[in-house]
């Protein structure tokens, strides 16, 4: 039962360059979110896709782009990575009316 | 001031013993309430919510929810070392779709 799965798991970039984290949920879950977790700052909604084709901004969205993909994927990317982008990122999946379950996030370094 | 404060700890205690943790927010209109447990390098994972006010117990766990105070509490008896890892709280205005994030309690349970 694999649940949240989001590849990679460890990746570090060079200011400037481009990246797509990758997420896939096998819950038949309709809505998924992308978050950051920083030392000191909790978790912070990036995007949300509340269902498959629709996307809508979170509290910190600028710098990201998302693609909800089909129903299962929901793909975050960076178009220009920054250093203030080294983070840690979780994609989450959940029905509508119940709590939301997060993959074990991928590690980002931004030299 | 944020959203939803939590105590960053570490928070030390013997095995068995009673542990409480908290976390308190400013926003009135909140009515969902989670608790996740965290381990090192890992995604958060669910431990129970709560709608509106008033108690929830699964086995050693029990949630407190007191929107008077706006203040809530989880407990934990019995304590373990298992129980070691980073506790955050989550809560939403509406469902479970948009949650604001305490930044996480780290505990500590020794043998």
């Known amino acids: 039962n694999a649940g949240v799965t989001q590849t990679p798991k460890f990746q570090v970039l060079k200011t400037g360059q481009s990246m797509t984290l990758q997420c896939a949920q096998d819950?038949?879950?309709?809505?998924m979110y992308w978050y950051r977790q920083d030392p000191g700052m909790g978790l912070r909604l990036i995007y949300y896709s509340a269902s498959e084709g629709t996307t809508d901004k979170g509290e910190v969205p600028n710098g990201y782009n998302v693609s909800r993909l089909n129903k299962r994927e929901f793909s975050l990317r960076l178009e220009s990575a920054a250093p203030s982008q080294t983070s840690v990122y979780f994609c989450?999946?959940?029905?509508?009316?119940?709590?939301?379950?997060f993959g074990d996030g991928t590690r980002l370094s931004i030299l | 001031q944020k959203e939803v404060e939590q105590d960053p700890g570490p928070l030390s205690v013997p095995e068995g013993a009673i542990v409480s943790l908290n976390c308190t927010y400013s926003n009135s209109a909140f009515q969902y309430f989670m608790w996740y447990r965290q381990y090192s390098r890992k995604g958060p994972e669910l431990l129970m919510y709560?709608?509106?006010?008033g108690n929830k117990e699964d086995g050693r766990f029990t949630a407190q929810v007191d929107k008077s105070s706006k203040y809530i509490s989880l407990f934990i008896r019995d304590s373990q070392p298992s129980d070691s890892a980073t506790y955050l709280c989550a809560m939403s205005a509406k469902g479970f779709q948009k949650l604001v994030f305490g930044t996480g309690t780290r505990l500590l349970v020794s043998p």
């Open positions: 709560t709608y509106s006010s």
């Open positions: 819950m038949n879950h309709n809505s």
């Open positions: 989450a999946s959940s029905f509508t009316d119940q709590p939301q379950h």
